[in-house]
């Protein structure tokens, strides 16, 4: 063997020395465009997670085929799948779904930001803010309601509404628009949380007094609560997702230090729990419009990381033979969640990442190592 490998090695040194090609410098490569010249960072400076609650391929594609064959998600380029099953049962629910991309842990139906056995998991978001970035959050449910409260709140269950409105008093989150005011200031222990985040110094403002603005004007943290309970579905004149998501962005952005959004359009879900093809297409299209937001605001930021997703998909929605181009014929198989594997859409520095199949945890260890994070 040792023979054999001397006479290979030396039969390469006497070919490079005999042969009539030079071969002692090979070519050096030709010189690398400096990334940040050409308008391209390696790490971005911001993440914006968007979660189309229950929104599979069938829901993204009756939005498509609905709305003049034309979506703002066709805009991306890397394209992958989650699994998003829980860890006690195979089909999801939005806590668990949710606490898998904010904490990284598979963990069961109903838990808020907490692990299997009840632990709380420091969310992306608390990281965010514990790296002195800005963060916001908002919604078109409550904002306590399962998706949101996920980022910020730590609870055994999905139902403690009043316990995840205080949980929201532990973490400076910069901005947070959504439903659930009541969750804040009609509360069984008396307290008004209202007053107690105008006291730590936040501006706030509901649907009861003016409304959203379009510009916020202030270096004050920023709250906005939508409705008393869940905010109306676009159908009954909801407008304010992609109004919110645009304010939201401009405002994380003139703060200046980078940050951590999750925007979520919640109702596509609701939708198909109804099994209602027309409430789910509304619902997308909406959500696709402040994906459009987002997009054009990554593309002139430039130093922006979007990923669009869902936690699972819900009612086992098909569109059915029958259906035309804009007049959708939806079937359903079911009024709660399916197993399917769920779509992942990024764009911007680190997006590549988000290509392949992947567990649904896998989302947060793939933003917490775009931001070049550790976890704890
Ligand atoms: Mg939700
Ligand atoms: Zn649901």
């Given at each position: 063997m040792k023979n054999y490998i001397f006479i290979l090695v030396a039969s390469i040194l006497m070919a490079s020395c005999t042969?009539?090609?030079?071969?002692?410098t090979p070519p050096s490569p030709p010189p690398q465009p400096d990334p940040v010249s050409v308008g391209i960072a390696k790490k971005p400076r911001n993440i914006i997670l968007m979660i189309g609650d229950g929104m599979g391929v069938t829901q993204i594609t009756a939005g498509l085929y609905s709305n003049n064959n034309k979506l703002n998600l066709e805009r991306f380029k890397v394209i992958g799948f989650h699994k998003p099953y829980a860890s006690n049962k195979l089909i999801t629910d939005s806590a668990a779904g949710a606490t898998a991309f904010a904490c990284g842990v598979k963990t069961y139906n109903g838990a808020i930001g907490v692990d299997a056995d009840t632990n709380a998991v420091k969310t992306i978001l608390e990281y965010a803010e514990e790296k002195e970035l800005s963060t916001g959050l908002v919604a078109t449910s409550t904002i306590v309601h399962a998706t949101p409260a996920s980022f910020i709140a730590h609870q055994p269950q999905r139902k403690m509404y009043e316990a995840i409105a205080k949980d929201f008093l532990k973490t400076e989150i910069d901005l947070f628009i959504g439903g659930g005011k009541r969750y804040f200031d009609r509360r069984e222990d008396g307290d008004n949380l209202i007053d107690i985040l105008k006291l730590r110094g936040y501006e706030m403002g509901t649907y009861l007094g003016d409304e959203l603005p379009e510009k916020i004007d202030t270096d004050k943290n920023y709250a906005y609560l939508t409705a008393d309970k869940d905010p109306l579905t676009v159908a009954a004149g909801r407008e304010y997702l992609p109004k919110a998501t645009k304010l939201a962005t401009d405002f994380l952005h003139t703060r200046g230090k980078g940050f951590f959004l999750m925007v979520e359009g919640s109702q596509i879900d609701w939708g198909g729990h109804a099994n209602d093809s027309d409430y789910i297409i509304t619902e997308m299209i909406d959500f696709d419009k402040a994906i459009g937001h987002v997009l054009d605001y990554a593309e002139k930021d430039g130093e922006t990381l979007v990923i669009v997703t869902a936690d699972h998909e819900t009612g086992g929605y098909a569109i059915n033979p029958g259906s035309e181009m804009g007049d959708i014929k939806g079937a359903f198989t079911s009024d709660y969640h399916t197993a399917d594997l769920v779509p992942v859409f990024a764009y911007g520095p680190?997006?590549?990442?988000?290509g392949g199949i992947y567990e649904n945890t896998a989302i947060f260890d793939k933003m917490m190592e775009a931001f070049g994070w550790k976890r704890d």
């Open positions: 042969g009539t090609k030079s071969v002692t680190g997006a590549e990442a988000f």
